[in-house]
């Protein structure tokens, strides 16, 4: 028999990568017994009279000379191959490795050609594909792995928790609509960081089993076309008291069923949450938003405040509250929820994080639209420009559109709380939320 050196078996682990020489006897091929006892410092016993080598390190491993069993602690295993001996050299079987070096390494061990992986890693491959005018970006992992998506413009993010990525899996250069990859490791997580050839991509990120699909298309041209309204409160929830028993429930309804005549006006279709005096939960209208696939959501209130000279206009969007004021706003309108029977809280942990990351696509465009609507709404009323503001409404989450919050006047303040009583004022307030819109919407099919 005649002993070719031929190839290598590369060895391969999260951090380390490395290649041992391996023989081809018969079409078969293995490696030296010796090699594999360095590279992975196990204890190798040769037994001559047994024919066995014992091998140990965390558990005991027997495999026998021309035999194709092997034997792990007392568990006998069949291979496909037996050890041989060449010149007084012992070689074991490539294809036996996985067997052998599992309960050796205390690591899973799998073979795939001519690459032998061991350790725990559970971020298998990483893939890149570019057809049909999209880039799809594509990490093979363990299904039990939770991932968070994020990003704006040309920089998107996937981190996957407790994620071990195979060394080597991920390229630094990109491909199609991906100009570059950085990944980061650390104990807790992988983050892998794509930057994108430019910054007006649609990015969309599945998940299926054994894998998470990312995929860069052209932005498709958006209009705006349906509108939901959202009156405040109702029913059981008054919202906020005010002047002469003035509840903010029924004035909100009022401007929001103004505002919708004057929207269709303008053609747009339109989406109430409500058009009668009933309680309906934060959950619920979003819900009719996203099931909707509306383009815009307005959430129409009344401010009110212990101090009745407080007055004027604000505008919100969803973020996190960035003022104490915000916070007390966003504490007023978040309580509608203590009317709720089965107390429908949002979902904690990563979920949250989930649809807080899916609105940021929506944040700026939440911004401007709100910009919009605080210019023309103060324009039409006349009352003090309270600016926008951020804060976490739970009505503006989950919504997959530009969403805002008006509290349009203080039911508090005397001045304005006569005035929302009045049916001119209302008209004025829908005119002012009505403008705004529509300049938002114009503005918009023009930049996207
Ligand atoms: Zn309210």
Redesign the pocket.
Known sequence: MILFVLFGLTIQSQDTVFTINSSHFAQISYVKAEDIKEAFGIKAEWNTKNKALYLKKGKKVTIFLENPFVKVENQVVQVVYPMVMKKGVLYIPVTTLPDILSPLIGKSVTLKGDTLIYGNTNIHNFEMKYKDGKTEGIIYLDDNLEHIFKGSGDIWTITIFEGRPLKGIFPIKGKGYIKSIKVRVTDALTEVKFQLTKKTFDVDVKRSPGKIIMTISNKKRRVIKTVVIDP??GGKDP??VGYRGLK??DV?LDVGKRLARMLKEKGYNVIMTRTTDEFIPLSERTKIADKAKADLFV?I????APLASKNGTETYFLSAAKTSWARAVEA??NS?IRFEKTAENPKPGINYILWDMAQNEFLKESSELAIEIQESLCKQIKRKNRGVSQANFYVLRLNYMPAV?V?TAFVSNPREGRLLSRSKFRDKIARGIANGIDAFAKKYAQKY
């Open positions: 405040g409160h919202g906020a903010e429930k909100v959430s209130h009344c401010n009110a007023k309108e509608s919050l509290e």
